[in-house]
């Protein structure tokens, strides 16, 4: 496989097209890194509003004014069975290959592709017609109230196409003005607090305008996002592989954007060696013990398990802000007998935030029970909101660390550990 997509020491156009098949954009010359829109940039492009942004919000971040990218896209040390790439098509290797790009070069580059999403991909003309499509879907809804309405119907009658129907029922339904009737998820009417109370199109649009968005909030939003102010080097493989990323990471501070580095842990030697520092640093912690991680992780390299220890021992020196996150897999590193395990480390490793985040099942995520060679279904291991939030309040009260922040729509739920838990989370600078 690596003949395939690396021929002198080069990555080839054969894996750029793997990739930009999706949402991706392979950036830089030597094509090691990339950018991809996350589902809440566009989320937040819809209403402008906090309240379609993602679990990151608590630190201040915007979700459209947010470049997730990665300056080592097919190079990571793992093989974990949550991640959402292509793992069975070939990793490109343990280690960085090929010449590195240039830092500024590089944010040149990813900032030109992420304007070019914004105004030809994800266009404003989208937006405004959502806000339409919402208050008309919702005022048909409303003279047809004895009626159950699904996609196809609401589409026939308001004679809009039904991909523009779904993303408008989508935000209705997530914001709770639309209910789903049935288990499939096909049938809506409003909810009785609508049903009820509103009389006139004109007072959907002021409810609207009060509750969820307006024109000049999504304009506002457009025209912020073509300018990002936050850098989440996180978006695939693992970023401290890249040789340049102490330059990476001064280039996005030059620009006054704040960073997040997401690192698996692996690499204690490159975090020491970090200069400067990005705005938070983000350690996985996969598993409470060693056989776990194995399972979890299946890791290429030895003494992976050592490593992320000695990473962790390092937190508590760091100048910068530091959260440890564990990525839950339900019933593989996430069940009540690990609780008190996953407390000593933290008590222990002292950063200013631990988080639990319940997996992302997207994507080649689907694969986990096959990676994983289980007869169980991929939904066995899938952690629910309510399933993460039981975990989250024992661990709150076995380790003493207050829980801070709870996120429904991305299953997160953060602890301040070394951070007074009155204080603003928020990020105020670079």
Request: some cysteine.
């Amino acid at each position: 496989m690596k003949n395939r997509f690396i021929i002198d020491n080069k990555i080839t156009n054969e894996f750029v097209e793997t990739y930009t098949k999706t949402t991706y954009r392979i950036v830089g010359e030597h094509k090691h890194s990339s950018i991809k829109p996350c589902h809440w940039l566009e989320q937040r492009l819809m209403t402008g509003r906090d309240n379609r942004n993602c679990y990151k919000g608590v630190f201040g971040i915007k979700s459209h004014r947010c470049l997730q990218n990665t300056p080592s896209l097919p190079f990571c040390n793992h093989q974990c069975v949550f991640c959402w790439r292509d793992l069975e098509s070939g990793s490109l290797g343990s280690e960085f290959i090929g010449e590195p790009d240039d830092p500024k070069l590089l944010i040149d580059e990813m900032l030109r592709h992420h304007k070019d999403i914004i105004e030809n991909h994800l266009p404003l003309r989208r937006y405004l017609d959502n806000y339409e499509i919402m208050i008309d879907t919702l005022y048909y809804m409303l003279m047809n109230n004895q009626q159950e309405h699904t996609i196809n119907s609401l589409s026939n009658k308001i004679h809009v196409s039904k991909s523009k129907i779904e993303r408008a029922i989508i935000l209705l339904k997530n914001q709770k003005y639309v209910k789903s009737i049935d288990e499939t998820f096909n049938s809506f009417r409003l909810e009785d607090d609508i049903n009820c109370c509103i009389q006139s199109r004109d007072e959907l649009e002021v409810l609207i305008n009060r509750t969820l968005t307006t024109p000049d909030e999504i304009i506002q939003a457009h025209s912020e996002a073509i300018m990002p102010n936050h850098a989440a080097i996180s978006l695939d493989g693992e970023p401290l592989l890249y040789p340049r990323l102490s330059q990476l990471v001064e280039e996005f501070k030059r620009r006054n954007m704040t960073t997040f580095i997401v690192t698996n842990g692996t690499l204690p030697e490159k975090i020491e060696l970090l200069d400067p520092l990005p705005s938070q640093l983000y350690i996985t912690l996969p598993a409470s013990n060693e056989n776990v991680y194995k399972k979890v992780c299946r890791p290429m390299i030895r003494d992976g398990w050592n490593k992320i220890r000695n990473s962790l021992e390092l937190v508590d020196s760091l100048s910068s802000r530091t959260l440890v996150r564990l990525t839950a897999i339900k019933d593989l590193n996430l069940n009540d007998e690990f609780i008190r395990e996953y407390a000593k480390i933290i008590e222990k490793t002292n950063p200013n935030f631990f988080e639990i985040k319940g997996f992302t099942l997207q994507a080649k995520a689907l694969l986990i029970s096959e990676r994983l060679k289980s007869y169980k279904e991929v939904q066995d291991y899938f952690p629910e909101y309510e399933y993460l939030e039981n975990f989250a309040e024992k661990f709150e009260e076995i380790s003493g660390f207050p829980l801070i922040y709870r996120n429904k729509p991305s299953r997160d739920f953060l602890f301040a550990v070394n951070w007074d838990p009155n204080k603003d989370p928020k990020i105020t600078n670079p």
